[in-house]
């Protein structure tokens, strides 16, 4: 009978450390999308560190850096002494996710989504990976409310602006998003259309094809115009000076994340891109 | 010999009495062991004992085994294979400044590696599934044959192997490599265009056993060919006239140079990446080290390629953790500074 205590001791044990497993406390977050919504779920405490891609919320960047998303260190990793790496479907290479695994590391890689219904699978996916199911559901049903007051505010509007979505440069010609993009998905669920039609992909377009795709709208990451010059640059560039766009001064820049991510801050994205598209 | 020896003969005298060979061999041990002891996650002694003797604990075994060692073995494959080719190529065209790179063969690797990257949409999937992994360093291997093959046949086309034509072939080869893989970088989507750019600034840490060791195999039996072939690039050393008069057979032994280069340099680049400097720069340092003579100098660069893949290898890992940088960074960081002072050098000497 005096052994009894300590059987219950044991078995506390045994349960608190399966609760453990269920709940990690020390999370290592691969892809700005998961890192926002581990912090939208309330356990941005548990995150030990972030790859490059996690520059919101602005506690997630003072936390431990793991590089660049496809490009993991096994090794890196391990010495954080971390009990669970949750990263975007991406992350790579695949022998470092392999070697981890190896080492006994929890490692949960989220499905991709670039969709509406993409995003609630995500933040489901997270909650559960960590151990909060219950605040994950609860947060999915929120952001589909949400998604769905600003697809309503979206279709508020009847007019369809053409947009060019420029990513970034490449050799003077400006990169643009086409089909099956993320600004792609994103400029359709705020109601317009993308101006560059025809291809896939982030591309370099010619200055000529950018003045017949005639876009009323120029769209950039705010971090990009900066890069670029500001915005005055941009639109007075002769490929953006000859367009609907270029001549109207019509732009948008908005945070990289934000509009791209399609994290939890999904229908804030989608509600503030419908309204600047329409000069609000 | 005076184009390819960067010092003169007392240089080797200099060490006469020293084993220098056993130095260069404690060197590399150190830097092999460094290799397994250090890294961003320590492992107290008690830790790797515990591995050795089979008793570890899953975490220390798993960086041990699968991280570290893989590791250590595909940089010393790396590092021999790109050293030895190096050394071998100084030799058979009498250029010091000769090196896998020149020829083409890196690049042919290059733009299979890069192609497998971008169009590996289209057919990898048809693959069958055990063999998908291994695309990539397939392709990087096919091309870097390939173009060395195309290379000495197009030299060959005048009758006897001419050196310069293999140059100047090297040169045309590397502009359309460029080409081509510029235009896939044309083609790929944001993502492809991240990985190979990151698959062009090299790594080790391909950490699968499997691969690791098709690539130590090839890279190794390349490595012990190029090993024997001393006294016919002594000889090359005097011309090839000179070398054919002294009873060598001149067009068999650049051609058995040009398939164990390919080899070493195809299968190393696959596994690795394109890792500059090393195929260059350690042949040099042997030199200063042993003299020209090139039975000392082939040994006596594999064991400084070696050393060198390994310590630059650390140096990424132990530089910036949890991040870890690219080795053909640290590569070329050590490389492209000791090629100026051995440029700066000999034009103090007059040697140009």
């Known amino acids: 009978m005096r052994r009894l205590p300590f059987l219950f001791l044991a078995a506390a044990l045994l349960l608190a450390e399966a609760a453990h497993a269920d709940s990690p406390q020390r999370i290592v977050s691969a892809g700005g999308d998961i890192t926002e919504i581990i912090y939208a779920l309330g356990a941005g405490d548990r995150v030990i560190a972030v790859d490059s891609t996690s520059n919101h919320p602005s506690e997630a960047v003072s936390k431990e850096q793991i590089g660049y998303i496809r490009r993991l260190a096994a090794e890196g990793i391990l010495s954080l002494q971390p009990d669970l790496l949750i990263a975007a479907h991406d992350a790579g290479p695949p022998a470092a996710v392999e070697q981890l695994r190896a080492a006994g590391l929890r490692v949960e890689l989220a499905p991709k989504g670039n969709t509406p219904e993409g995003v609630l699978e995500k933040v489901r996916f997270v909650g559960k990976a960590i151990g909060l199911e219950a605040e994950g559901e609860t947060l999915a049903q929120r952001v589909e409310r949400d998604m769905a007051k600003a697809l309503e505010t979206a279709k508020g509007y009847t007019d369809t602006p053409r947009v060019i979505f420029v990513l970034s440069e490449r050799d003077g010609a400006p990169l643009v998003a086409g089909a099956e993009t993320s600004a792609d998905a994103i400029i359709a669920l705020a109601g317009a259309s993308n101006a560059a039609e025809g291809f896939s992909g982030y591309k370099p377009m010619s200055q000529e094809a950018i003045i017949e795709a005639a876009p009323d709208v120029l769209l950039m990451m705010s971090q990009t115009v900066e890069r670029l010059g500001g915005i005055d640059v941009m639109l007075s560039r002769p490929e953006f000076a000859l367009t609907p766009a270029g001549q109207e001064r019509r732009y948008v820049a908005m945070d990289g994340l934000l509009l791209l991510g399609f994290g939890p801050r999904a229908p804030e994205a989608v509600r503030s891109l419908a309204t600047a598209l329409r000069g609000g | ?352």
């Open chain 2, 1 to 352: 010999m005076s184009e390819t020896s960067a010092l003169p003969r007392h240089a080797a005298a200099r060490f006469a009495g020293i084993p220098v060979f056993a130095l260069l061999g404690a060197a590399l041990l150190i830097v092999v062991f460094a290799e397994l002891a250090l890294g961003p996650v320590r492992l107290g002694p008690g830790d790797l004992l515990a591995v050795l003797l089979g008793e570890g604990e899953q975490g220390p075994s798993a960086i041990l085994l699968q991280i570290r060692l893989p590791r250590a073995v595909l940089g010393l494959a790396v590092g021999f294979g790109l050293a030895l080719s190096g050394c071998a190529m100084q030799g058979v065209l009498r250029n010091p400044l000769a090196d896998p790179g020149l020829i083409g063969v890196t690049a042919g690797a290059a733009v299979g590696a890069v192609s497998v990257i971008v169009l590996g949409n289209y057919f990898v999937g048809d693959l069958p599934a055990p063999v998908r992994p291994y695309a990539l360093p397939l392709g990087a291997f096919a091309g870097g044959l390939l173009v060395t093959a195309f290379v000495f046949s197009l030299s060959h086309l005048s009758g006897g192997t001419n050196v310069a034509m293999l140059i100047l072939a090297g040169v045309a080869v590397n502009a359309i490599a460029g080409a081509l893989i510029g235009a896939m970088v044309y083609i790929s989507d944001d993502q492809q265009l991240r990985d190979l750019t990151f698959w062009s600034m090299g790594s080790i840490a391909s950490g699968n056993w499997m691969q690791v060791s098709v690539t130590t195999m090839l890279a190794l039996a390349a490595a012990l060919g190029l090993l024997t072939m001393g006294r016919s690039l002594d000889l090359f050393q005097l011309g090839e006239r000179a070398a054919f008069h002294a009873g060598i057979d001149i067009e068999r032994e650049k051609w058995r140079i040009a398939l164990m280069t390919a080899i070493a340099v195809g299968a190393v680049t696959a596994a690795a990446g394109p890792i500059g400097f090393i195929g260059l720069v350690a042949p040099h340092m042997a030199r200063l080290i042993v003299g020209p003579a090139h039975r000392n100098v082939l040994p006596a660069a594999a064991l400084i390629g070696g050393a060198l893949i390994l310590g630059a290898d650390l140096a990424v890992r132990l530089a910036v953790p949890p991040t870890e940088p690219p080795i053909g960074l640290a590569t070329s960081m050590i490389g492209g500074p000791f090629f100026l002072w051995l440029l700066m050098r000999r034009l103090k000497r007059g040697g140009f």
